[in-house]
């Protein structure tokens, strides 16, 4: 079964250094403005901009509007959503082998 397209946007979002670096600064502290998310990053306000809405586009992050201001907000359910499609899922066959192999190891005499 392909990966649906939502997840193709998160995907790409998340391949870049740049936007999870946003991703890092909003986990850090949410509802950052755009110069605030720039302010640490060596590039352009538009270069920002562009990453930003990928972002956007991928859910990983919401606006809202505060007077002359736009805050922005990680949005952590696609990551989640991807963790529990395609990590839990190759993960659990080991952590079923491990328990099982603790439990014949402490059953034995």
Known sequence: ???????????????DATRRHLLDQLFARDGRTLGELEAGLDMTRFGVMKHLKVLE????????????????????????????????????QRITALTDLKGELENEP
């Open 57 to 92: 586009e991928a859910g990983l992050v919401t606006t809202r509007r505060e007077g002359r201001e736009k805050r922005h907000f990680l949005n952590a359910v696609p990551i989640r959503l991807i963790h529990d499609r395609w990590i839990d899922k190759y993960t659990e």
């Open 1 to 15: 079964m392909p990966g649906t397209p939502d997840d193709d946007a998160v995907f790409k979002a998340l391949a």
